[in-house]
């Protein structure tokens, strides 16, 4: 669904001014034939087959302090919740959130972590009940901005791990690509300290163009990009205290990375 | 215990005390100065070995370069096509002739949500247009999230570095003002300050009204604001508050993600070294209607402030291309030896120097950074978008000398140097008076001391002295010698 367009402030006079200073009477109307575009021939051409996305990915991930576990598609299930489990232990876990995705509904990801008795929010509208419990809990002495926000956000701020389902992996650099809209919401990769994401080795393209042209193919209406597409590639960092790397600034600081073969 | 001699004037105001005076202040700071060169050499390093990583680094170079060069060729085009999606995806649009204009902008939406607190990623056009100074003065509080940024609002300084813009500060001197802040004492340890950052710019991102960002590049073709970080704070200010504002100057655009990825290889290989920074995020419009999170509005602040005037200019349009990956300061001799602040501008280095200026319109004071430099080229060198910086140096000078503003005693010695060098008995002269005069100062061949304008060099450096015979005395010998030794070569 789109959005109700938006308004623009002071285009013409600021568009005329430009295409003067470049020697035209008034603003360009056809596309500049390009006379290039895009990245050189030669890094395009790099051709790599699965397994060799896979070790490119694990080998860049792994440089960058993220954990990789690689689990069978007969076996992922049990697998996962295995390797989930001694995560959330080692983590000392206590709520975790994880995007509405059907794949992760297949996994049971859901149902395991409320088994375990972790403070369970997927990305979806809150049920009343789970409002009102939510507030009593925190119930707040003097009221903030943040506490009058939505109860969704408010919840996924206070989990430890954020679960998702990538809709692109890049080999060549290790990112995640993860679009917004609807159960896939930006917060959970981002406020929960720690990110957990599973996916099937088909989602694994070399380079990042691959993913950028099949968010172009999957919204031929200029109308309906997501409105935020994140690539993550390894845990929040910074080196602006003496040129200490400090890993776990603002984002999650331990990223795990689950590949189904 | 060494006492490490530091700077702590408020840097806020720096155009006013003179690049005579900021160059000495910088000189002056020790640990400055090391810091400087530390950072710079591990930031050119890791670009060197990520450009090996890429390989065929001058072709990607090259296509960067074509990619901007069209882009600024062509803005008329890609500017309206982004604004178009933009909006059509649900964000505004507001072009912004001059500094001011954009800041009735941000201060007009600011008004509209009664907005009390904006929490800023990073965004040099900010800064570029003194907006926290004018959020303040209308009683809003702008908190800078970049723990860099964050670090230099408590110290009341400017950055000194476009990547790291704390690069002057130690641990000690981060851990007082965190100190002071908190009202506890913090220890002087990376870790224990990150974290007492990280708690405290959280709760600002929860509680502001307003997310304030700057752009890296804007995508034409889907009116996308792409954005680099590291720490996520850029990721912070786009996914909480309810309205998020953009603002980027009128360059800073690509024409396809196709070129995006391009740009994406070019600017954190140049910048840190990196193959990719942590996090980018494609922000196109705001919260879709399906959306559970993210802002309800999104503004774009568009700002030509100066830029457009390069449009056109034989020399200068180039200009327009920089990417703001801050390759040229790691590189530049002058940048590591007095580091950000004695450029007196929020862009620092060979790139500050050549946009400062542009973009005041300042030939006189900001015409200065002209000089700043060795024009040894490195700059355009390690430029990942082959920017000449080095020619547009000598431009500038140039610039400066015809409108007469370089002092009085330099014109009148430069004509008496065109008139004397243009004549040959005056300079036989000038050149035999030049060793006479110059013999008494010298030690051992060199001159330690001179008097003015001779101690304009002598003053940090020794100069070898003259010899006493020439070349021109000495080239009727020379070509003796030289007929002499190719006869016995045959």
Redesign the interface.
Known sequence: MSNKAGVINGKEAFMLNIANRLGRKEPLKSAPTNPVQGVPDHYKAIDLNEQEKIELFVHNWTALSGQVLIVQRAEAKATIAAYLTKIIGELQVTAASLWEHVELLELGIEQQLQSMNINTVPWRVMAVQDTATDLTNNEQSNPTKWSARDKLLQATERCELGIVYPDYVIANTSTLVLQAGGGQGRSVSLLPSSLFAIFPAERLVTRMGEALQGIRDTHPLNIDYPSSVNMITGPSRSADIENDLTIGVHGPGKVYAIIIV | MTTIKTNNKDKRSLIGSGLQQRTEDALADEFLRK?VA??TD?LKNGRLNAMAD?G?WE??RE?GR??RE?TI?????Y??QF???????????????KAD?AVQ?FLGIAKQHNAKLVAKGKSMVSEEIHLNHHLEEHGMEAIE????EY?LQLAKETPSHLI???IH???QQ?ADLFTEDAGYALPAE??A??TY??TK??NY???S?IGLTGCNFGVA????ISLVS????G??V???PKVHVVIMG?ERLV????????M??LLPRSA?G?????????????????????PEE?HVI?L?NGR??Q??DPIFQEVLNCIRCAACLNVCPVYRHVGGHAYGSVYSGPIGAVLTPLIQQDMKEAGQLAYASSLCGACHEACPVKIPLHDMLVHLRHRKVRAKLTSLPERFAFRMYEFTFGRVTLYKVATKSAYYLLKPLSRKGLIHRAPFPLSGWTDSRTLPMKPKQSFRDRWSELQNELKGGMKDEQ
């Not at chain 2, 999230?145 to 860099?148: A, E, H, Q, S």
């Not at chain 2, 990719?276 to 999170?293: A, E, Q, V």
Request: negative net charge; glycine residues 8%.
């Open positions: 810091a530390f950072t591990k890429i065929d072709i990607w296509r074509a990619i069209n060729s062509h803005l008329d085009y500017l309206t604004a178009d999606n933009v909006v059509n995806n649900g964000g505004n649009v507001h072009f912004c002739s204009d902008a999230t970049d723990l860099g670090i790291i813009p704390a500060k130690n641990k981060i990376t870790k300050l990150a950052a990280k710019l959280r991102f929860l509680e009204d073709e889907s009116g996308s590291n720490e996520g704070n990721r912070m786009t996914t909480l009128m024409p396809t993600f196709d070129d995006l990825e391009v994406l290889n840190t990196q193959k990719l920074t942590t996090y980018i995020s494609l922000i196109t419009g705001p919260r879709k209607l399906k959306d559970l999170d993210g999104l568009i030509d457009s005037a449009l056109g």
